[in-house]
């Protein structure tokens, strides 16, 4: 079985907390649960630097690249649309899952704008 040793620091930034994963990885995998100090209602704003923002639950259109809309499909009230990347349904349900080589930096963050709290998840690549 693998050693798994959590390492817990606070930095020296107000409210900041640094934790340390350190296993030995054999099936490629390593799962971490975080549970923030609120709770989670589902109503958060999560995000992945250049890549997921609020779930990109948008309007989404089907297009071979390079992704252009014609006429037919752009008007000056058009709701926010984009092509088919990743995202939740507009409804908010539906799964993203992306690797550290998805984001620009990898990292989650998860807003609640309910709490006035957020939390920015960090991971090595």
């Keep these: ?29 390593v799962e971490f649960i975080y549970l923030p100090d609120f709770e989670i209602t589902g109503d958060e704003f999560v995000f992945f630097p250049a890549c997921c923002y609020d779930g ?11 992704p252009m809309f014609d006429e037919t499909e752009v008007s000056v009230d058009m709701p926010v649309t984009v092509t088919d990347i990743i995202r939740l349904n507009e409804d908010g349900s539906g799964r993203i899952e992306v690797t550290t080589g998805d984001v620009s930096v990898p990292c989650v963050g998860l807003f609640s704008a309910r709490v006035k709290k957020a939390v920015l998840l960090f991971a090595l690549q």
């Design 56 to 66: 990109n639950r948008f309007k989404s259109l089907k297009k071979e690249y390079p």
């Design 1 to 29: 079985m693998d050693k798994v040793v959590i390492k817990h620091k606070i930095s020296s930034e107000k409210n900041a907390a640094e934790y340390i994963v350190d296993r030995k990885i054999e099936d490629g995998c």
